[in-house]
């Protein structure tokens, strides 16, 4: 759109979507880990496993809110 010399507003619209996608994307992906790996992590019992696997949430949502 740049090349083309699209309207500037046009190519903003544009990138605001492709955000919003990727949000729900990375959003799903998120609820997957949970799901499946932090789950396991809790119910295997492992303490070390389980600290790391909230560590590695809480760093995501971290990295996520900037």
Do not use: P, W
């Amino acid at each position: 759109m740049v090349d083309t010399n699209r309207y500037c507003i046009d190519i903003v619209t544009q990138i605001s979507a492709v955000r919003a996608a990727l949000r729900r994307v990375e959003e799903e992906v998120l609820r997957e880990h949970v799901a499946h790996c932090v789950e396991h992590a809790i119910t295997s019992g492992d303490t070390e496993q389980q600290r790391e696997k909230v560590a590695e949430l809480f760093d995501v949502l971290a990295r996520a809110s900037r």
